[in-house]
């Protein structure tokens, strides 16, 4: 078995995180507190998932517009910004009835309440015994990293789903370690039910012949849409692909897509007129996109094929979660969050020499902790991407923009996957240290 002991640290260690990791926990961790309620009259994408919600009790379309139903549920003084729609599949919207019972600032900070419990619990299930077996000690660091982050500011701004997926993927992680492979599959199915790219996991279980969660995954799937069906009714499908679908497109070449896709769109693609193209050529931005995903999933295929042992499996399932970052049609810097386990993983599994944890570190620090904003801000003219209001110049990335600052994260991502890639894991009974 990988690492039969938690590692031990020295006592200069534990001093020094105790000394700098205790206040830095201190001080973000009351400027989370802070955040967990939502700013006066300013709306996130909570509101969409609330709405929705509301919608339903009051008999009105699941996926009625932003504009129709925010002042519907909140007053005139609301209004929807950059999307007017719900972009979120139906079981989301299932997952969140509980909580339109409540005011929208009631309900807000419940969901961020509960999402960190999520968020906990995952930590516990990656560093207990059973799991990869971090030592306690190893908690003020993560914390240090993750209540830092901007992923999670942008989480509980938002009032995003990711934390619900992070806890489903560990689970499913956690379950599959221990031969629970139907089970394992249906909680992938039921992330890959409230937010559609988790799906993109099943690949795990297809290249390792592992039938039982290939099936399990269906059925969860196709149960929690099913029951979404039956407690929406079934035109909130329709609504979605038809209505929805092709809205949520239109995002596809704003500046913190990090996937492949807003990659190419924003470079061959770009009709939001937040870039300006190399070349507007939707055919090869389509083909760019296409190849690309297939050459990631591809390499990923192939080291889930040829996994064999725990630490092996683990490092197979942590480079699923990165590619799926990667061949997202959408990915936002809060889905940076979704890389705890990947991180946790790899930093296990992969040889403790220099240059893979100061990679790891820096990958760490770029998709995570640095708001993509002030590189933004720092280095492109204008107001922002998404500069509001009267005398305002809204921002617009050049070509040679987006090939540099504007697709870093882009790039940081894709250095993280061949890091995982073309590094072999230690042997299961090798012992690696945290430190």
Known sequence: MMNDSPAEWSPRLKVFWALVGGPICLLWGLALVVRLSPPYRHLHDFVQEWTSARNFFVGQPIYLRLSESIPQHLGSNYQAHVIDVNAHPP??????????KLDYGS???????????????????????????????SIVPILVLILTSNSLAQQVNQGQLNLVLLLLLTLAWSAGRSNLLLLSGALIGAAAAIKLFPAFLGLYFLCRRQWQGVIGMGLAFVGLNVL??????????????????PQVGQFRDFWPNASIAGFWSKLFDSRSGHAIPLWQNALLASSGTILCCLLVTGAVAWKCWWAKGRAASDHAFALCVIAMLLVSPITWDHYFLLLVLPFAVLWRVLPATTFNRIALVAAIITLGVINPKWIWDATIPGDGELAWGEDVVVSVATPLQTLTVVSYQLYALLTLFVLGLVTKSLPSDRKVTDD
Not at 91 to 100: E, K, R
Not at 228 to 245: K, N, S
């Open 228 to 245: 979404t069906g039956a407690i929406l009714g079934w035109g909130v499908f329709a609504a979605y692909f038809v209505d929805v679908v």
């Open 107 to 137: 309900a807000y900070l419940a969901w961020n309440l509960l999402s960190l419990l999520m968020l906990a619990l995952s930590l516990w299930l990656i560093m207990r015994p059973q799991g990869l077996r971090y030592s306690p000690w």
């Open 91 to 100: 079981a989301s919207v299932l997952l969140t009835l509980p909580f339109a």
